[in-house]
T-cell receptor
Framework: KAGVTQTPRYLIKTRGQQVTLSCSPI?????VSWYQQTPGQGLQFLFE???????NKGNFPGRFSGRQFSNSRSEMNVSTLELGDSALYLC????????????FGPGTRLLVL | GENVEQHPSTLSVQEGDSAVIKCTYS??????FPWYKQELGKRPQLIID?????GEKKDQRIAVTLNKTAKHFSLHITETQPEDSAVYFC???????????????FGTGTQLKVEL
């Protein structure tokens, strides 16, 4: 089976812009979780989508949002970008919802200038 | 919410020696504990995981132990090799019963260096 894929792999944006990142889970997996990884804060949970519904949300401002489509692909959006949003954004897929084994994608590295 | 502490932050061992990384968690409802290895510039890769109904799990040179009473779990790597050099993250999840779903709370990571 193909692994988790993310596009784009790299992005450069300026403050105030918005960005959309995409994640395609492993075939058959219905849950997608998003994480932000930074040197200072480590790996932090953003949100989880299962069956097109957000099931859980981390402690991030409302500028961070996401959605999931009927084919389980997921997107996350960050509006009004700030310098501190520069990070590696990782998505992880799992078969279902509930303390399941998660497999990570390669990530999207976002640089905000 | 859940808090996961991980020690040490850096660990240097000689090839062939054992390495031990320890994590403690705060939420007694946590019931799933995975360990991920992340090489520089790559994605985190699951190396082993354990659920709360098991005290120990082993996979070749890697083992994980869980002490639910003390709320800590450890990763043991035996006969370390240079390719084991990476950052290792522990994590905890409580599942749907407590509303955690697939949310993983991660430790801060351990940079393991295996020297020749």
């Amino acid at each position: 089976k193909a692994g988790v894929t993310q596009t784009p792999r790299y992005l450069i944006k300026t403050r105030g812009q918005q960005v959309t990142l995409s994640c395609s889970p492993i075939s058959g997996h219905r849950s997608v979780s998003w994480y932000q990884q930074t040197p200072g804060q480590g790996l932090q949970f953003l949100f989880e989508y299962f069956s097109e519904t957000q099931r859980n949300k981390g402690n991030f401002p409302g500028r961070f949002s996401g959605r999931q489509f009927s084919n389980s692909r997921s997107e996350m959006n960050v509006s009004t970008l700030e310098l501190g949003d520069s990070a590696l954004y990782l998505c992880a897929s799992s078969f279902t919802h509930g303390a399941e084994t998660q497999y990570f994608g390669p990530g999207t590295r976002l640089l905000v200038l | 919410g859940e808090n996961v502490e991980q020690h040490p932050s850096t660990l240097s061992v000689q090839e062939g020696d054992s390495a031990v990384i320890k994590c403690t968690y705060s939420d007694s409802a946590s019931n799933y504990f995975p360990w991920y290895k992340q090489e520089l510039g790559k994605r985190p890769q699951l190396i082993i995981d354990i659920r709360s109904n098991v005290g120990e799990k082993k996979d070749q040179r890697i083992a994980v132990t869980l002490n639910k009473t003390a709320k800590h779990f450890s990763l043991h790597i035996t006969e370390t090799q240079p390719e084991d050099s990476a950052v290792y993250f522990c994590a905890a999840s409580s599942g749907v019963v407590t509303g955690g779903g697939n949310k993983l709370t991660f430790g801060t990571g351990t940079q393991l260096k295996v020297e020749l």
